[in-house]
């Protein structure tokens, strides 16, 4: 029995403003930081995979081609980007198939958010289709969030830097948490020194790799 269809959507639009550069364009590890989210979101059972980009789209659209050859995703250019989030994802779900239950929510900024996680919060969406979903870890909520189908009319009229936000808030007994085994997969790059920790947890992921046997 074929699973029922939950698309990804990656936000990559912003302005990068506390960053002073593009930060989805600096390198960690062996690839720009936007590629880490799409790799993972492409490496699930989520389908499609939807990127929206705003600021200098096509050098990183270019940047993600180039680190993730082959890969299966498309991409949305948000011409308003400065106006917030809400567009960008009012965006992206204009573009998704009827067929497409609901839609699960990750942020380009955090590229420590892994396959293994997007697949836990799916697997939750898929048990509860109605409901929304989204990891947890102590008292911190966060991406990735599932929404679902029904709020998607809610989701199309977004046009500020709220993003769904209040929709989540409003949803009570129809919010779903997932356990996160850790918080590294919440772990935004805003700023310099965010970029900072990025690196060193990427050092430490690569060596433990190089030290695990195959």
Known sequence: MMQPAIAAIILGAGASSRMGEHKL???LGDKPLIAWSVAAACASSARPVVVTLGRAAEVVAGAITAALPGASYS???NQRFAQGMGTSLALAVASLPA???GALVLLGDQPFMSSAVIEAVLTAARAQPQRIAMGSYGKRRGHPVYLPRRVFPELL???DDEGARAIIARAG???ALVAL???????DVDTPEDYQRAQALAERLAQSAENTPS
């Open 25 to 27: 364009l600096l390198p």
């Open 75 to 77: 991409v949305v250019v």
């Open 99 to 101: 067929s497409v239950i």
């Open 157 to 159: 009229a977004l046009g």
């Open 173 to 175: 007994d129809d919010l």
């Open 181 to 187: 085994a850790d918080d590294t997969p919440l772990l």
